[in-house]
């Protein structure tokens, strides 16, 4: 599962600490899938859905209960404590501001497969990176409800690897002015600069040197639409001249990408990959198969990235009930 360390504008965990969260998150999401799916080779399961079946065919397991046993509770003590560890210093504060578990499990079925019970476990971990790309221990931002439904970002986190860090639609703070750009995927060997160009299923859409290109359809009347290079070129400057403040030596790769549909644009120029329904499996089955491990210039590609881009966020109202009631003794001190 690739790891999102920025969305839009939201306050990441990975601001804080590039250099840890991604070995941690890769080391935590190991942990409890080897223990899930020891226990359902074992059988340990049905014992656990008996505990906590509800009424009709649902199931609810939520590890938050405390009379919980068995390997749930062991799952949630995994994430509980990978969290009192990495936070040590602040750990009287963190039982105060986040007394709920760090990760919870709630199927919402019996998995019938092993292959059922490892997809209902990444849908738990798309939450669970939700929540460390939108949160830290004293901040967070709202999230827009239509990103938990996004089909972009589950592609992007659910079939990548662990090693993959995903930039989705971040806003940029370049001299005072806020730019949105699309998706950015870094990879242990390059950087990926990606502009989606997709509408119904089967679109044809036709290349052209000016702002507009065309979209074409069997059902619809042909449509102008804005040339998606003038966003993949506006995303890879911003990437290529971070990388060289930063001295980065990353690979940077352009591309449009349609994967539903066709793109006709022959004269094309040599620094933009076009992907569209033809050629998209083939490169997407390339990265999958990318079993190199998180590489030190990727995380520097990562940080100089960070640097730059814009967050809005809040204290948590119980950080910000304890600031203001500091303030109000300094201020009362004679």
């Not at 491990?293 to 960070?306: F, N, S």
Request: net charge neutral; aromatic share 12%.
């Amino acid at each position: 599962m690739a790891q999102l360390i920025k969305m839009q504008d939201y306050i990441s965990r990975y601001e804080q600490d590039i250099y840890r969260y991604p070995t941690q998150f890769a080391r935590l999401k190991k942990q409890q899938w080897d223990t899930l799916k020891a226990a359902y080779n074992a059988g340990e399961l049905d014992r656990l859905y008996s505990e906590y079946a509800e009424s009709g065919t649902q199931v609810k397991i939520d590890t938050s209960q405390e009379g919980s046993k068995g390997l749930f509770k062991r799952v949630k003590g995994i994430f509980h404590r990978a969290e009192q560890e990495a936070e040590a210093e602040e750990l009287v504060i963190q039982n105060q501001v986040e007394n709920t578990n760090v990760f919870s499990l709630k199927f919402p079925f019996r998995p019938a497969s092993l292959e059922e019970l490892k997809q209902n476990f990444l849908n738990q971990l798309l939450r669970f990176q939700m929540k460390w790309g939108s949160s830290t221990l004293r901040e967070k931002s709202f999230v827009d409800q239509s990103f938990f439904l996004d089909e972009r970002l589950r592609f992007f986190l659910q079939r990548f690897p662990d090693t993959f860090l995903v930039l989705y639609k971040p806003i940029f703070l370049l001299k005072n002015a806020p730019v949105e750009v699309d998706v950015i995927l870094l990879t242990p060997v390059d950087a990926w600069c990606i502009t989606f160009l997709e509408a119904e299923e089967d679109a044809a859409f036709i290349g052209g040197g000016d702002r507009f290109w065309v979209r074409r359809h069997h059902k619809h009347p042909d449509k102008k639409v804005l040339s998606p290079l003038l966003g993949a070129n506006r995303m890879g400057n911003i990437v290529s001249q971070l990388f060289e403040l930063y001295e980065v030596n990353v690979p940077i790769k352009k591309v449009i990408l349609s994967r539903n549909g066709y793109v006709d644009y022959p004269k094309a120029p040599n620094d933009i990959t076009i992907l569209d329904k033809r050629t998209f499996p083939d490169w997407f089955d390339r990265l999958r198969n990318i079993s190199s491990p998180l590489k030190a210039q990727q995380l520097k590609g990562a940080q100089a990235l960070l640097e730059y881009c814009q967050t809005t966020s809040s204290l948590r109202p119980e950080w910000d009930a304890e600031y203001n009631q500091t303030e109000g003794n300094e201020h009362a001190a004679p």
